[in-house]
């Protein structure tokens, strides 16, 4: 059984910073793409940060240069760091990967989310 499992999300305020943490646990070859995904409340769930199994990045435009994405293959988890958050990154966050199982069957997770909640 592969599991995905969020950690530290909570309350933050306008500016302010909150880690979010994702690890990945089970019967894991290996993991490639990590990314975080978000959901406010009556919309639709969107990308929000990529990291590949190479450290490559990719943002959404939203987060760029306030949040950063990086992962510890060693602990196959991955983290958000949030800055400068702004009341419209409320929302729940979910951790989604694609993990090569030691059966050698890749299939997509998702974690189980975590509520992020920013006041102004």
């Known amino acids: 059984q592969v599991r995905l499992v969020e950690s530290g999300g909570g309350l933050g305020q306008a500016g302010g910073s909150l880690r979010l943490s994702c690890a990945a646990s089970g019967r894991i070859a290996s993991i490639n793409a990590m990314a975080w995904y978000r959901q406010a409340p009556g919309a639709q769930r969107e990308l929000v940060a990529r990291?590949?199994?190479?450290?490559?990045?990719n943002y959404a435009d939203s987060v760029k240069g306030r949040f950063t994405i990086y992962r510890d293959n060693t602990k196959n988890t991955v983290y958000l760091q949030m800055n400068s958050l702004k009341p419209e990154d409320t929302a729940v966050y979910y951790c989604?990967?694609?993990?090569?199982?030691?059966?050698?069957?890749?299939?997509?997770?998702w974690g189980q989310g975590t509520q992020v909640t920013v006041s102004s």
């Open positions: 990291i590949t199994s190479d450290g490559t990045t």
């Open positions: 989604n990967s694609n993990i090569r199982r030691s059966d050698m069957f890749t299939f997509n997770y």
